[in-house]
C-alpha cells in the first residue's frame, strides 16, 4: 500500500510468483468494494498476460534502438567513410541519416502503442474475472472525475499504473496525437467499452474537468 491521496494502482514482478499489487491510500477511500475489485481485477490481469515482463522488454528493445542510432549518428558525424559518402551519394546519405535519427521516435511510439493495447486486454479480462464489468467502469468513473496525479510517478514507470498517473491534458483525448504519445487508452473510451460489455450500449457523459499537470 502507499500512502497518497491519488486513487491509482500498479502490479509489479514477471511472473505470478513474484508479482506484486499495490494500491494507494486515495483508491481505497474513494471505491466501494465492487470497484475495488474491479481495479484489482485489472492488475490481475495484468499478471496473468505477462504484461509487465512485455513491456520490460519492449522497453529494453526502445533502449537498445536509441543507443544504436546515437552510436550510428555520431559515425556519420566522425568518420571519413561518413562525409565521402554524403559527398558522392546525398541521395543515399539523407535518408540513411533521417532513418537513424527518427528511429528512436518510432521505437517510443511502438511501444506506447503496445501499452494501450495492453490495458484494453487487461480491462476485457477483469470483466471476465469479475463478471462485473460496471464496477471497474465505476471505478474509472471516480478516478477520472477525482484528477489527481500521483506525485511520486515518472514518465519511465507511468505504463504500469491502472490509469495514467501524470494526468495530462492528452490523456483525455482519442485519436490525433493521442493515439501516438500516450500509455494508456481514454478514460471515457474504457468507461464506454465496459458499459457496453455490461449491456449498457450508450455513449458516456464527460466529466468535469479534471485538474492536469505536466
Known sequence: MIYDPAPNAFATGTNEKNSTICVTTGLLTLLDREETQGVIAHEMSHIRNEDVLLMTLVSILVGGIAILADWGQRGFYSSRSGRRLGSKSPLLFIPLLLLIALSPLFAQI??????????????????????????????????????????????????????NPLRRRLDDHDGGLANLLTTHPPINRRIMLLYQMAGIPQSVVQGPKVQTFK
Do not use: C, W
Open 110 to 163: 511502438l511501444a506506447m502503442a503496445v501499452s494501450r493495447q495492453r490495458e484494453y486486454l487487461a480491462d476485457a479480462t477483469a470483466a471476465q474475472y469479475t463478471r462485473n464489468p460496471g464496477g471497474l467502469a465505476r471505478a474509472l468513473e471516480k478516478i477520472r472525475d477525482a484528477g489527481m496525479a500521483f506525485q511520486k510517478a515518472t514518465r519511465g514507470t507511468a505504463h504500469l499504473f491502472f490509469v
